[in-house]
């Protein structure tokens, strides 16, 4: 039986968490979501502990990201011995801060730094010391009971890590149990050719799925195998968090810093009921199907 985790990252809302944002809690909680991404960073200052005691009191978990400002200095990736120490100890910060808040997983391209793209192809020097860098961070997030979590992205965000074979090999050269796979619908666009055969390559070290249309939207509509999907996270993760991430847009929102020009969530709540509504569905049919299988 499947028992997938779904969740919205508060970008679909807000662009800073503050100390007046529990209301969102209370508002993700009463559209069915038991999964709620925070975004962490040096321009966000709350008490944790108010938000932690809320998210307890309504049950849901909690996952953070390093989505706000993070200096580009701080790059575990880095050539620069000194640009790696702070990468390190910036990252330790967001994982103690984590910690406090309660959350299960920091979920973050955490083995660079977004938006640094090297015009050059990887060099396996990166890697080495990038898996060296992850496996103290792992160590580091173990000790705090946070699960170490990274994601591919773009070729328009990094040169590092951009598909599911690309996280698999370089959690494969970590080799820590507390270090595992986000993958994400829309960067899967244009570094995949089969989302199916993508989910299976990341196999036992997939924790879960950042979810949106080809254009950021709702789920739905749009370029995403979503059948293919949920038959194959069926199989291999079937306790999967699925959680939908995009940005607040239209005449109050923030899309446009984010490169988001089209108006494709103007309202949290309608995103997120259309969301929930489409995946639940797409969840339900495999089930459906699987059920008719064992019965015949």
Request: hydrophobic share 35%; with cysteine.
């Amino acid at each position: 039986m499947k028992s997938y985790k779904y969740g919205a990252h508060q970008f679909l809302w807000i662009e800073h968490w503050t100390d007046d944002c529990l209301y969102i809690l209370n508002e993700a909680r009463d559209l069915g979501l038991s999964l709620f991404e925070i975004s962490l960073g040096d321009d966000i200052a709350f008490d944790p502990i108010p938000v932690r005691k809320r998210a307890c009191e309504l049950g849901l978990e909690l996952t953070v990201g390093p989505g706000n400002v993070w200096p580009m200095e701080c790059d575990i990736s880095s050539e620069s011995v000194e640009k790696q120490q702070l990468g390190m100890e910036w990252h330790r910060q967001i994982l103690k801060r984590a910690s406090e808040l309660g959350a299960v997983a920091y979920n973050g391209a955490t083995y660079g730094h977004p938006g640094h793209i090297l015009r050059q192809p990887r060099q396996y020097a990166e890697l080495e010391r990038i898996a060296q860098n992850l496996y103290q961070l792992a160590e580091f997030a173990e000790s705090l009971n946070v699960k170490l979590v990274i994601e591919p992205m773009s070729r328009f965000r990094t040169h590092l890590v951009h598909s599911a074979q690309e996280a698999i090999d370089l959690v494969s050269l970590v080799q820590h149990p507390q270090l595992y796979i986000n993958l994400d619908t829309y960067h899967m666009i244009t570094e995949e050719r089969d989302y199916a055969s993508a989910i299976k390559t990341c196999g036992s070290a997939l924790w879960g799925i950042h979810a949106c249309e080809s254009d950021r939207g709702v789920p739905g509509g749009g370029l995403v195998p979503w059948s293919d999907v949920f038959h194959t996270l069926a199989d291999v993760c079937p306790n999967a968090r699925i959680l939908m991430e995009t940005y607040n847009t239209g005449e109050n929102g923030f899309g446009y810093k984010r490169g988001i020009f089209k108006n494709v969530c103007p309202d949290a709540p309608d995103f997120i009921k259309n969301g929930l509504e489409f995946l639940q569905k797409q969840a339900n049919e495999v089930q459906q199907n699987t059920n008719q299988h064992e019965k015949y």
